[in-house]
């Protein structure tokens, strides 16, 4: 870092920085400092070694006073930082909400064909936005952590003024004149919507491929999917046009993204985010969840969004809890459950070697390790290639009946909404009912362990040219049995495969122990560097 004016140098700003002079955050959550002893594979990292992660953290206070002015970051290494590093120089004033936004407004102007991750910008609002959270903050009105942060929606979720376009073309466009619950509780937090991201046409589709906005590329290799259905969400976070997004998950739509992707994905509890404003494709499986570079971010996100709306017949009455609390305690002790069937059957072996690498990785932290069976893993899937079709078929009847509209809808989500549709009500009582056993079952299985600990694909991205969508559904074999046993499921990076692609580990837990889960993560995160790693530059 070049000496500034006085011989001083900037010091690193943390998390800490955000809980001076309030309670804004408590003062036991852990700052953005790396772990002392960082693992790769269970064994600790070559002395010596700079990490990106402290590099970005010593970078985090962009602005110093003095003689001869200021010293500024440039837009991409301000979008490079974590939320919770933005919120950091925010907080403390080294970082204005405007340049904050400016950058990331840059940043998506200038990313080519990456900048299809959103459907829409709207940025001279989010200008605004970010002006009224600056002069906010400068009369002493700092809201949250996400206050002047930019951020990007799914367009499932209803902003007031805006169309919600659920990736499809047959809706009525009609602005909304009403906020999705959690477009409420984001403007509330003071964060700034930067836009909506693209997905897979009405959220039902793992790939990301959409016929007719266009398919997202991946960062990280753009021949391939970004993975769906919140496409636009992971592409966004992952080459830094936004600090947090929102995704949707039904059978896997946060985490297969998340884990093509590259970033940090979490779908909460069923219940603990409001739907309403969300549009549906499954009323008894859907989630809406954080998306950003790590466990603390989600964490973060995941305050804001977490809480009971009335309105939302799912959602759930449970008291506020802070996700934050007890997040650098670790998981010494911990027994993570690592299954023998089902979640390790044919998987790419780069997969394979990365994900079990990160379980001694955990090991290593000190968790118990504990080889568990999950007899009934299979039927979720199963189940959810009909179950969801047959809500969705609710959803779209209309659609569905109408050959007007039903020509105008892709080719893939027509196949899946028709067989829902031909389903009759035993089979949805008999999949209904067999759900209900499986959640029991589940809920049973995680009092003999706290977390569960799997890949989240079993494979990496496929080439967007070469996929067959009815057979990437497999796609989201291992995410979907979480979405059937409504438990809180995160997916993190775990490495690089042989092409230079992310492969994710997730760790699943017990319904409404999202604290823990986000624990977890954040240990493995901040003992290892896989969620720090970059795209190559597009």
């Known amino acids: 870092m070049a000496k500034l004016s006085g011989g001083l140098r900037p010091r690193p700003l ?67 930082l ?18 904050l936004t400016e950058a990331h407004l840059e940043r998506i102007a200038s990313a080519g064909p990456l900048a299809s991750a959103y459907l829409e910008v709207y940025a001279e609002a989010a200008r605004a936005d970010a002006r009224a959270a600056a002069a906010a903050i400068a009369n002493g009105n700092y809201r949250s952590p996400l206050h002047g ?89 992952s080459n830094g046009m936004a600090a947090g997004a929102l995704g949707s998950d039904t059978g896997g739509s946060i985490r297969v993204p998340a884990a093509h992707c590259g970033i940090t994905g979490h779908k909460p509890t069923f219940g603990l985010v409001s739907r309403r404003g969300v549009w549906p494709v499954s009323m008894t499986l859907d989630h809406v969840g954080p998306m950003a570079r790590s466990a603390l971010d989600c964490a973060l996100l995941l305050n804001v969004l977490a809480g009971y709306d009335p309105a939302d017949p799912y959602s759930a009455d449970r008291p506020p809890v802070d996700h934050t609390d007890g997040l650098r305690a670790g998981i010494r002790g911990r027994r993570i459950g690592v299954p023998t069937n089902f979640f390790f059957d044919d998987l790419e072996p780069d997969v394979e070697r990365l994900v079990r690498a990160a379980i001694e990785d955990m090991r290593g932290l000190g968790a118990q390790i504990i080889e568990i069976e999950i007899p009934w893993a299979e039927f979720p899937l199963r189940d959810d290639r009909r179950f ?73 991205a496929g080439v967007t040219a070469e996929i067959d969508t009815r057979e990437y559904g497999r796609i989201l074999t291992f995410t979907a049995v979480f979405d059937a046993t409504h438990q809180p499921s995160i997916s993190v990076p775990c490495g690089l495969d042989s092409s230079g692609l992310p492969v994710g580990l997730m ?32």
């Open 149 to 237: 942060i930019p951020v990007a929606l799914k367009d499932l979720c209803d902003i007031k003024g805006r169309r919600t376009t659920a990736g499809a073309v047959v809706l009525d466009e009609t602005p909304k004149t009403e906020d999705a619950e959690v477009t409420r509780r984001l403007k509330a937090a003071g964060a700034v919507i930067l836009g909506k991201t693209a997905l897979h046409e009405f959220a039902i589709g793992g790939t990301g491929i959409n016929p007719h906005y266009g398919t997202p590329p991946n960062p990280w290799d753009p021949t391939r999917i970004p993975g769906g259905s919140s496409s636009g969400s992971g592409v966004a976070i």
């Open 388 to 460: 969801v079709p047959v809500e969705g078929s609710w959803v779209h009847r209309q659609r569905i009946e109408d050959p007007k509209l039903s020509d105008r809808i892709g080719e893939d989500v027509m196949d899946r909404l028709h067989r829902g549709y031909a389903a009759t009500a035993a089979d949805y009582h008999g999949w209904a009912n067999r759900q209900v056993e499986i959640v029991r079952l589940a809920d049973q299985l995680l009092q003999e362990v706290d977390l569960i600990a799997t890949p989240t694909t079993h494979r990496t």
């Open 507 to 538: 760790l699943s837990g017990r319904k409404f122990n999202d604290s823990l889960v986000l624990r977890a993560a954040h240990a493995y995160q901040q003992a290892t560097d896989h969620n720090t790693r970059q795209p190559p530059s597009p």
């Open 14 to 80: 943390g998390i800490q920085d955000l809980l001076q002079h309030d309670r804004t955050l408590p003062p036991h959550l852990l700052d953005s400092r790396p772990h002392p002893r960082r693992l790769r594979h269970g064994r600790p990292l070559e002395a010596g070694r700079r990490h990106r992660h402290r590099r970005r953290l010593r970078a985090a206070c962009v602005r110093v006073p003095g003689p001869i002015g200021r010293q500024r970051m440039s837009a991409t290494d301000l979008c490079r």
């Open 82 to 99: 974590d939320l919770s590093e933005m919120a950091a120089s925010i907080k403390t004033g080294a970082l204005s909400p405007l340049e």
